[in-house]
């Protein structure tokens, strides 16, 4: 089971991490631009005249220039690309968050401001106010008119991977929906996050500020690292029943690290004398969720068996060292094959990597198996370039009842009914195979001049303008069935006696 963490651009640093060539990138919609630009000095210069310009008391202190290029410092160049000059202030709110994300109990830092009330309907062609309209802002009166009020969240906290993913979770366990995002890594290991949201259904910032410490008081093992601290929370809440595929732990034979992921390593081994892969979960972060997917992959490895999908060997189950074995798959991934081997496949062999997925896949599908991850570095292949489907860690069987999790999976291949939080099937893993084949088309890495959240917010639009599609298909198709009808009913009333 080689490479089945993810390549560079997903895993292993954090997830605001400014995506690659960020150059070629475009200005997040909604922002202004500044192409003139020379570098940092240019923009710090001009936000600063503009503070000035605005009276600002703290741009006339004689250290708040040097303060203001060491704020441009830490981040990318793509923040500076996304500064409105004629909205410095916000450059101030940024300061500010990412000064208090330094002090660990304010994690994360974040700031919350309201933004415009928008027409819900474009048809209405009423202006949305910048600053609202006064008084009436409350729910009661809101609830029948075709208005939304729109806020921005800006977060600031310890970059590491799946913040994003903790980040789009809080903001939607209170309801709100991402607009747009703004996510940026600091030199020195921050992030910041700035969302534009909507579904808050009032004016006011200090309901919704109160209503994001609740949610961070929700999950506040997740933001303080607590959750794999103390012996109590480190209790597994259930024990897998042994069978025939515990392994005899005394004829494994542990080798070289292949890779590590956020909760566990995979090393390269031997049991029995056959060479195999070793996922191994680490002790300190086992946790119920951690555990709850070992378990899972465990129940859905030993319950298939196909060419292409990865053979499961055997799983230990008992403390003090949990591991899953598998084939070793020499191959490594295609993620690796295709992006750090930097091969271009030919017509005939992306093909061939082609129906190996659908065999897989058609194979997990018939047997009510969702993947849920589906993408090529979770493809692995052997000596013979066989491709096969591995890493079932957030894979579940779509009979098994309840709501399936939302934001399931790595952004860049994700279906957007699964971003936007609605049910979904297995087709969302037909979707992930799309992004696949495009990627091994073009040998490009899905949305590579985007952060993961920038490429979430991309297929979200996509998926609305997707069904809106749809939607005049099958208004189109209604038209023409009525039309159908209605000349069929002339012909036959001509055809009748009683005309």
Not at 466 to 471: N, V
Not at 481 to 486: D, I, K, L, P, S
Request: with cysteine.
């Amino acid at each position: 089971m080689v490479a089945a963490e993810g390549g560079p651009v997903e895993e292993g640093v954090g997830e605001s991490s400014s995506p690659p060539r960020v150059d070629a990138a475009p200005a997040p919609s909604g922002s202004v631009g500044s192409g003139g630009r020379g570098g940092a000095s240019d923009i710090c210069a001009e936000v600063l005249e503009r503070l000035v310009a605005d009276g600002h008391a703290e741009a006339s202190d004689p250290e708040f220039r040097d303060r203001l290029a060491a704020h441009f410092g830490r981040l990318p160049h793509s923040y500076q690309l996304d500064i409105n000059v004629d909205k410095a202030t916000d450059v101030l709110v940024h300061q500010n968050v990412l000064a208090e994300a330094k002090d660990p109990d304010r994690r994360p830092a974040f700031y919350v401001r309201f933004l415009r009330i928008e027409d819900i309907d474009p048809a209405n062609d009423s202006d949305a106010s910048e600053e609202g309209d006064g008084d009436g802002d409350d729910l009661s009166v809101r609830q029948d008119t075709p208005y939304t009020h729109i806020h921005e969240v800006v977060f600031s906290t310890i970059d590491k991977p799946k913040l994003l993913s903790q980040l789009s979770a809080l903001l939607s366990d209170i309801g709100l929906n991402i607009r747009e995002a703004h996510v940026f890594s600091t030199h020195d290991g921050y992030s910041l996050d700035v969302f534009v949201v909507d579904g808050w259904p009032i004016k006011d910032t200090d309901g919704l500020h109160k209503a994001l410490e609740a949610s961070i008081l929700r999950n506040e093992g997740s933001w303080s690292g607590s959750s794999h601290s103390s012996a109590a929370e480190r209790t597994l809440p259930f024990q897998v029943k042994g069978g025939e595929w515990e392994i005899d732990k005394r004829l494994l034979k542990m080798g070289g690290l292949i890779v590590s992921g956020s909760c566990g390593d995979l090393y390269h081994g031997t049991y029995l004398g056959e060479d195999v892969a070793v996922k191994v979960l680490r002790a300190e972060h086992l946790n119920k969720n951690v555990w709850n997917e070992f378990t899972q992959e465990v129940y859905i490895l030993r319950e298939v068996q196909h060419t292409n999908v990865v053979r499961f060997i055997g799983a230990c189950t008992k403390p003090p060292q949990f591991c899953i074995i598998t084939e070793y798959m020499s191959g490594g991934s295609l993620y690796d094959f295709v992006h750090k081997q930097h091969n271009v496949l030919n017509l005939t062999t992306l093909l061939k990597f082609a129906v190996d997925v659908c065999r897989g896949m058609c194979y997990l599908h018939e047997r009510g198996i969702i993947h849920r991850d589906l993408k090529t570095a979770n493809l692995l292949m052997d000596n013979d370039h066989a491709v096969k489907v591995a890493d079932f860690g957030v894979a579940r069987f779509q009979d098994q009842g309840g709501i399936m999790t939302a934001e399931t999976g790595t952004y860049r291949w994700m279906a957007p009914e699964v971003i936007n939080h609605q049910p979904y099937d297995s087709k969302a893993d037909v979707f992930s195979f799309a992004i696949v084949l495009w990627e091994l088309i073009t040998s490009k890495i899905p949305y590579d001049t985007m952060t993961p959240l920038q490429a979430a917010v991309g297929v979200r639009q996509v998926g609305k303008e997707r069904d809106l599609i749809c939607s005049l298909k099958r208004a189109k198709c209604t038209v023409i069935h009525n039309r159908g009808c209605a000349q069929d009913f002339r012909r036959r009333r001509t055809q009748s006696c009683w005309t």
